[in-house]
Structure formats: C-alpha cells, structure tokens
C-alpha cells in the first residue's frame, strides 16, 4: 500500500505522486460500501429542509430532476437523485469535521493494485464505455463547466 514517508493517512490528499490517480473499479465499489456503512449512523432527518432545497436546485440545475412529473418514474428518479446529492452532502460534512475517518477509510482500500493514473486522453472511445468508473467518470469530472 502506498504510504507518503511519514505515514500519515491521507497520502491521496496532497501527493503530487498520487494527485491523479484513480482507484480500479473493484476498490471504488469498496470504498463507497465502507463509507455508507459508516454513515449508517447519520440521521438524514437532521438535514435542514432549506439545504434540501439547495441540494435539490443544484440537482435541477444540472438537469438531473425530470421535467414532466406526470411520467411514470419520475418520483423515483427524484427521490434517487435527492439520495445521491444528499450523501455527497453528509460526506462532504464528514470529510471536512472528520477527514481522518475518510483517511482510514481509504486507506483500507488502497493497494498498489487499486490505483492506475487517469488518462490524460480527454476523448472519450466506444472501449472506454465498457469501464465507465475508470475510464469515462473521472474523465467527465476534469472538464471545466464553468466555460459553458
């Protein structure tokens, strides 16, 4: 597993030698079953209903929420994409009151094996479609939106 020479957990964090690197993957379905054990114990009612409403903007804005309510999963796919926005919330409150946890976390998770860079190719190929969490999502993420 890589450590930076301190061992300190949080390598990934502010490694030049590990700044681009994505887990395979294997490791990132891992890391994100350890993480949402670990937020088991979040109360989601706690969330105030005005950053509900934010969360849900942001997701309307991005064009996640459907348009036409009256088709048949549209409130499903709202109620999906308010769980997702949600736990990227409650793990952006955990990561920044308690980065340590998600040091240890990601830790456990990250071997030599788990860990190739990201293609610096931004064009996107039909075989690149068949690994999208390794190829294609971490892709999209280094386009800059703001020029849009």
């Known amino acids: 597993m890589p450590e930076n020479s301190k061992g300190d957990l949080g390598f990934w964090r502010n490694s030049k030698e590990y700044g681009d690197v994505i887990l395979n993957e294997d490791a990132v379905n891992e890391l994100s079953d350890l993480i949402l054990q670990y937020m088991t114990e979040i109360d989601f009612k706690d969330l105030p209903s005005i950053i ?4 849900d903007d942001f997701a309307d804005q991005s064009g996640c929420m459907p348009t ?3 088709e048949g999963k549209s409130f ?3 109620v999906n994409t308010q769980l997702a926005v949600t736990l990227a ?11 340590q946890i998600i040091d240890k ?12 860079n990201i293609n610096e190719e ?9 690994s999208p969490v390794e190829k ?3 892709k999209l993420r ?5 020029d849009q």
């Open 76 to 78: 499903e796919s709202i």
């Open 122 to 130: 931004s064009e996107i190929t039909n075989e690149d479609l068949n």
């Open 89 to 99: 919330y409650q793990l952006g409150r955990l990561d920044g009151k308690s980065s």
């Open 136 to 138: 294609v999502y971490p």
């Open 68 to 70: 036409h309510l009256e």
């Open 105 to 116: 976390l990601v830790d456990e998770v990250v071997s030599n094996e788990a860990l190739s």
């Open 142 to 146: 280094l386009i800059n939106f703001s």
């Open 52 to 55: 509900g409403q934010v969360l």
